[in-house]
T-cell receptor
Framework: GESVGLHLPTLSVQEGDNSIINCAYSNSASDYFIWYKQESGKGPQFIIDIRSNMDKRQGQRVTVLLNKTVKHLSLQIAATQPGDSAVYFC????????????FGTGTSLTVIP | DAGVIQSPRHEVTEMGQEVTLRCKPISGHNSLFWYRQTMMRGLELLIYFNNNVPIDDSGMPEDRFSAKMPNASFSTLKIQPSEPRDSAVYFCASNLGTATEAFFGQGTRLTVV
């Protein structure tokens, strides 16, 4: 199977600062990873994904870094805004389990104006 | 596309009653997932379907839970009889095959009293 965990359950940052949310996974066969954002009362929303043949991927204000050696990935949010306040989940999938995603427990990000 | 559509958004029922949650996946997606989210356990995969066929139901808590997908555009998750410990938010998600992002519905908040 797969065990996915986030390092910190809560994170507070000042508006305008950069945020880093970390995640560890257990199965070295995991080859696809997604970061989701969940706002209160809503379902998880896709932010960015990365495949195991990459170390880094950038989106708009977000960057995901993947370190396969230590089975760790991180989500970096540049110039954090109040609208970024949400719970962030990482999810991992690996070919042995077909199409299943294993989710971490989530990090609650609070942006202080 | 309207995204993944779940109904109802909220359900309050008495212990022992049957509860049916509904999901319409995104048109063209061939995989559908049912997740349960609680504060204690986070996002748990209950079951997933590929091309309308249940692939893995090992996450279904017990025989009181059942899920069906009679066609590519509809799925149900049924709890009979319901118990207070089933209170949670139930999410449905769909995607277009292995290693692609899963799109989530808005969820059904179930309260069993």
């Amino acid at each position: 199977g797969e065990s996915v965990g986030l390092h910190l359950p809560t994170l507070s940052v000042q508006e305008g600062d950069n945020s880093i949310i970390n995640c560890a996974y257990s199965n070295s066969a995991s080859d696809y990873f997604i970061w989701y954002k969940q706002e209160s009362g809503k379902g998880p929303q896709f932010i960015i994904d990365i495949r195991s043949n990459m170390d880094k991927r950038q989106g708009q204000r977000v960057t995901v870094l993947l370190n396969k050696t230590v089975k760790h990935l991180s989500l970096q949010i540049a110039a954090t805004q109040p609208g970024d306040s949400a719970v962030y989940f990482c999810a991992a999938a690996h070919p042995n389990t077909g199409n299943q995603f294993y989710f971490g427990t989530g990090t609650s990000l609070t942006v202080i104006p | 596309d309207a995204g993944v559509i779940q109904s109802p958004r909220h359900e309050v029922t008495e212990m022992g009653q049957e509860v049916t949650l509904r999901c319409k996946p995104i048109s063209g997606h061939n995989s559908l997932f049912w997740y349960r989210q609680t504060m204690m356990r986070g996002l748990e995969l209950l079951i997933y379907f590929n091309n309308n066929v249940p692939i893995d139901d090992s996450g279904m808590p017990e025989d009181r839970f059942s899920a069906k997908m009679p066609n590519a555009s509809f799925s149900t998750l049924k709890i009979q009889p319901s118990e207070p410990r089933d209170s949670a938010v139930y999410f449905c998600a769909s995607n277009l095959g292995t290693a692609t992002e899963a799109f989530f519905g808005q969820g059904t908040r179930l309260t069993v009293v």
